[in-house]
């Protein structure tokens, strides 16, 4: 078993609290864009189109992560009083939420500036996946994504009271150790990040590699969320995330599927 007692809470200033998992987040979100903007300078994109389209990505990302989590813990929280709704600096986030909104503002700006759709969201790829490992490292601080009682050795028990994982799991009245989800997800997402860039200019059509991103992390996010303490079913057994992974796959591999079957583009002959 492994003991976690970290404070979870960098400081707090007045009403202002910086959380090892806030902290994380920016790192995520800045390695994130750091990564793209190094693979875009063979992609034929200026950093400008890099940096403009990463913004409105993020601005997605942070109403989509609010949104999602709002809908997910709307009959239990606030429906009662819908106006902490808008209170972000309580903390709750949806990864899926961060990801669809990031991914339906950054390739409507896309669209918006003409670049080409499909050569954006491949080249967004590899920096999503590492922001969401880079993301999952302030999770396992802060015990937000705690797992079910587990008694194997690298089980995980947070002592801290601050830490959010101290609400479970509970066996018999007693706080229990429990999988360490968000590791699990770290690794294979960095497994998926080796993926990404060992294919990225190997496949022969545009939103092919963004098409294996969604679809190998939706596969394991689904299998996942069976480990995971801390959510409530909404569909039979499933999961919020684990319904929306289902979605995702019912998309995304058969448009990998067919994508991988048509023929390559021809390359355009110059004047």
């Not at 403009?52 to 997910?72: C, E, K, N, P, Q």
Request: charge should be positive; glycine fraction near 10%.
């Amino acid at each position: 078993m492994i003991h976690i007692g970290m404070n979870p809470n960098i400081f707090t200033a007045g009403s202002f609290t910086m959380s090892w998992h806030g902290l994380l987040t920016g790192i995520a979100v800045l390695a994130a864009i750091l990564l793209v903007a190094k693979l875009a300078k063979d992609k034929g994109f200026t950093s400008e189109d890099v940096y403009s389209t990463a913004l409105w990505g993020v601005i997605g990302g942070i109403i989509g992560a609010r949104l999602f989590h709002v809908i997910d813990k709307w009959s239990t929280i606030y429906q009662y009083d819908p106006v902490r709704a808008l209170y972000f600096w309580e903390g709750g986030l949806s990864l899926y939420g961060a990801l669809v909104g990031g991914f339906v503002f950054g390739i409507t700006y896309a669209a918006i500036r003409k670049l080409p759709l499909g050569k954006v969201a491949d080249l967004a790829a590899p920096g999503m996946i590492l922001a969401q490992a880079i993301g999952r490292i302030g999770c396992t601080i802060n015990g937000d994504a705690y797992g079910t009682p587990t008694s194997l050795p690298w089980g995980v028990l947070y002592t801290n009271p601050a830490a959010a994982a101290t609400a479970g799991p509970w066996v018999n009245g007693v706080l229990v150790a429990g999988h360490p989800v968000p590791v699990y997800e770290i690794i294979y997402d960095l497994i998926i990040l080796a993926v990404l860039l060992r294919l990225r200019n190997r496949l022969k059509n545009d939103w092919m590699i963004f098409l294996i991103y969604a679809s190998l992390y939706s596969v394991g996010r689904f299998g996942l969320d069976f480990l995971r303490g801390d959510e409530t079913a909404i569909l039979g057994p499933f999961h919020q995330a684990q319904v929306i992974s289902l979605a995702v796959m019912a998309i995304t591999i058969p448009l990998l599927v067919w994508l991988a079957r048509r023929p390559a583009p021809k390359p355009v002959e110059a004047d």
